[in-house]
Every structure is written in structure tokens, then in C-alpha cells.
Nanobody, 123 residues
Framework: QVQLVESGGGLVQAGGSLRLSCAAS????????MGWFRQAPGKEREFVAAISWSGGSTYYADSVKGRFTISRDNAKNTVYLQMNSLKPEDTAVYYCAAPEKPDYSGSYLPDYWGQGTQVTVSS
């Protein structure tokens, strides 16, 4: 059973930074892509970023491109989301997600999900 545990959320002022982490277990981490989604109150869950099994390919939603960076450490079974220049509209619960593919660009909802971590950006 794949388990995903996010950490690193919190309250930050607009313009600030946060780094989210997601520790994965239950399968060979280095063989699969990973992704991040978010869901704001009253809105649908939306794709944020994804990274291929090797880290060689990354994908971003237009709303975060240039501000967020996804990365992974296969030795630590962990994927990260570095969020810079945060805006109030980035406020949401952020979810780590794990598709059953080595590469993934966010075009469908993955198979496995973490419990989510709250990110709140104050203006």
C-alpha cells in the first residue's frame, strides 16, 4: 500500500516562501512520477506540479510557473515543492499524489494521495 505523508505547510505573508515535503513508502519510489495538487475552499482540486521518475522532466500549472519548483530525492523517497513569491490566491490544502506511471504531466487524477497540508498566505 502506497503511503504519502506531507509536511511543511503553514502561515506565511504574501511574497514569502515555504517548502513542502512528501515522504513516500510502499513501493519503489524511484520508478514512478510524483505530483502536487491543491484545493482551495469551495473550489475543485487542481494540478500544481509534477516530476518524472528521474527528475528529468517537470510540469507546472501556469499559475505557479516561475514561482514554484518541484524536485525529488530518490535516496530519501521524498518529493519537494519549493514555493516562492507566494500570493494570497495560493492559499489551499496541498496534496502530494502518486500516479502509477514513470512520467506524468497532471492530465488526470493520480491513484494515491496524501492527507494534505494547509498553506495559508496572508496579504
Amino acid at each position: 500500500q502506497v503511503q504519502l505523508v506531507e509536511s511543511g505547510g503553514g502561515l506565511v505573508q504574501a511574497g514569502g516562501s515555504l517548502r513542502l515535503s512528501c515522504a513516500a513508502s510502499g513501493r519503489t519510489f524511484s520508478s514512478y512520477a510524483m505530483g502536487w495538487f491543491r484545493q482551495a475552499p469551495g473550489k475543485e482540486r487542481e494540478f500544481v506540479a509534477a516530476i518524472s521518475w528521474s527528475g528529468g522532466s517537470t510540469y507546472y500549472a501556469d499559475s505557479v510557473k516561475g514561482r514554484f519548483t518541484i524536485s525529488r530525492d530518490n535516496a530519501k523517497n521524498t518529493v519537494y515543492l519549493q514555493m516562492n513569491s507566494l500570493k494570497p490566491e495560493d492559499t489551499a490544502v496541498y496534496y502530494c499524489a502518486a500516479p502509477e506511471k514513470p512520467d506524468y504531466s497532471g492530465s488526470y487524477l493520480p491513484d494515491y494521495w496524501g492527507q494534505g497540508t494547509q498553506v495559508t498566505v496572508s496579504s
